[in-house]
């Protein structure tokens, strides 16, 4: 044992020098996804939108005269290892600001590394409220959260014909799930909608049979997906085998719906999901330029198109920290956080700028993204 | 009402699957006294080996279906013949991690050789239900539970009916009588791993075209097989065939009735009670393990 604790403390030492050596010529960022795990492909598609940032930005010439490196940590679709990925990433790559953790249950387990340590952290994907209102001053959201996308979809529900009527739910067990159905049932009732059933399925649970018998005796007319692009094609499959009569809507904005349309089949038709990218349709973006050079540097690099409506967040969330970093005018979690407050980014989804929302003295920033509803038609994507 | 027999018919079909996973894994334990960790990701190998055979060369998929099991049963031989031999006396503990180990790797193989977005089995069945007043069922599914009892029986029959099958229960009961009455011990190891991989193997073959192939599909799946090979009682090959069956009536009308958040908690409580009443397990061993 002696041996090895002696032989790890030189390794750990040679890397501490090496890592300080790089230091000197670039300004590191941090990247908290999952790679491996339940949900390694959404994390996969919002690193590689990352990558992209970070070479955009380094042909550019970086920033503050330096080059961008990315130092990316697989979070293994585990809180306990999110966790000691953010430590990893602060402790030995002193990275003086992060991106991360995906979802929200990985982002809830990160936070109070943020407080103990003082690094300031984007958030990209999580969309439980509880992110920005739990008093935690070191987080900036560029997503939505899931009152946001209920609101914003409630603005757009009139669109749907015949109209809702009486919605029910099934969603993942956990932060991002069940924030998303109170959140559309809230929404939901106060426009005098009924709800009928609210089911919850496991994260990892593949038969969801159970839970749609009881969706499909409740009567209802919607149903409300909330989960990630895996299960949403268990549930589209299973809906088919079980002639569910609800039409479907996905919220969360990780459907990937050519994923679906790929491995659900003729089951993916009629669906809609609500995402917050369409890179079908990238003129009708805010910024449809940046959205289309976007587009364009993901097809170059040989991506899988189907992952753009999650890749884009990666993007984003550098290209935001970046323009802080710049911002701030040096590469310090303190400063680059106050820099965050000011920053505004033209950003894949629409204009980036933080809001002040949680309890007072220690607010949280909060983004206002964008929203779009599509429709797979005949395997195609449409704007319903 | 009407739910309450699509909730049994769905138990029913998955309940097959269920048993298939419970006695690869019983028989294992029974007769080499391996914890084999490796069970979920050989399911999952079975998985991708269907994926790769039916989806990218665009095989029949039938013969897809029994080519992955042959594989699995190859992979499994391989394993035994790797790994387990070499460590014949070892205690159970040391086992016990190897296996822990390889079952790790195999997972970590997966994901470096498919990556981690999930794959879709392509099938000839239609999508269309068949629909009997209130249950609907997808054809794939009687397809999987048909396949199921027919391999069950197969395995029964095979167990109790044939040479190899007392061959291999001697081995189970004592290996010294049994090598004297020359019983090649080492053969029936090597088999006996190799049908149960193969079991494993199939089931995430009939399975993948249902749900979808990811890396990490088999790790819920090797939980369950624990749970039901330890309801049905250690070795006990009929005990996980019910065993199967009765994770999968629990799970079902836990979730339909109860909690569908807490589906997957549903069959572990069951389990926590059992053993408190009967820490054999539901159908003990005639002969006690450990």
Known sequence: MVKKNAFATVATMALMVSGGAMAQDTVKIGV??????????????????????EEVLNAKGGVLGKKVALVIEDNKSNPKEAVAAAEKLIVRDKVPVMMGAW????????????????VPMVVETSSSGKITTSGNPWVFRIAPTSAMEAKAFGEKMDQFSPPIK?????????????????EFRKMLEGKGIKVGVVETMAPEATDLSAQLANIKQSGGDTLFVTTGVEQI?????QAAEQRLPQRIITTGGSSSPDQLVAQAGEAANNSYHILFFAPWFPDKATNPDVAKAFVDAWKQKGYDFAGLTEGFRGYDGIMTIAEAVKGA?????????????????????????????????????QNQPNIYIVQVKDGKVTLP | MPEFLQHLANAVILGGTYALLGIGLTLIFGIMRVVNFTHGELYTFGAYMAFMLAGMFGLNFFASLALAA??????????????????????????????IGAGIAMQAGEQLMWGGVAKSVPNPFPTDPFVLGPVSVGPIRLFVLAVAVVLLVIFYLLLNRTKLGVAMRATFQDPDTAALMGVNNGLMYTLTFAIGSGLAAIAGALLGPIFVVTPTMGDLVALKAFAIVILGGLGNIPG??????????????????LSSGYRDAMGFLLIIAVLLVRPQGLFAAKERIG
């Open chain 1, 233 to 237: 094609t268990l549930v589209l499959k």
């Open chain 1, 166 to 182: 009486k919605a029910d739910f099934l969603a993942v067990n956990n932060d991002f799930g069940r924030g998303a159905s109170d």
């Open chain 1, 103 to 118: 979802s929200s249950t990985l982002t809830l387990a990160v936070m109070p590394k943020l407080v103990e340590y003082s």
């Open chain 2, 70 to 99: 042959l594989l699995g049963m190859a992979l499994g031989a391989l394993i035994e013949f790797a790994l387990l031999r070499p460590l014949k006396g070892a205690d159970i503990d040391t086992t016990m991690l190897v296996m």
């Open chain 1, 329 to 365: 005018g040096k590469a310090e979690p303190q400063a680059i956080r106050d820099a965050l407050w000011t920053t505004k980014v033209s950003g894949v989804n629409g204009n980036i700028a933080f809001t002040k929302e949680g309890p007072s003295g220690k607010e949280s920033g």
């Open chain 2, 240 to 257: 996980a065939t019910i065993g199967g069956f009765v994770l999968a009536l629990v799970e079902e009308f836990g979730a339909g009735y």
């Open chain 1, 32 to 53: 908290n996804q999952p790679l491996t795990g339940a949900v390694a492909a959404s994390g996969n598609y919002v690193t590689n939108g990352a990558r992209i940032a």
